[in-house]
């Protein structure tokens, strides 16, 4: 989201209250990680002929 100071401020992608963190706490998504985001967001997407 931005930086203030010596904090980031953070967000989840799709929205909601957003968090602080020092920049020595955060990192990249793993792999992982991401590929889950991205599993979760298709499945939150309407299916077609529902």
Aim: charged share 30%; glycine share 6%.
């Amino acid at each position: 989201m931005e930086r203030d100071r010596n904090l980031i401020q953070l967000r989840p992608p799709h929205g909601g209250l957003e968090w602080d963190a020092k920049p020595n706490a955060i990192r990249s998504a793993t792999l992982e990680e991401a590929l889950s985001a991205k599993v979760k967001t298709a499945n939150d997407q309407p299916r077609w002929g529902k």
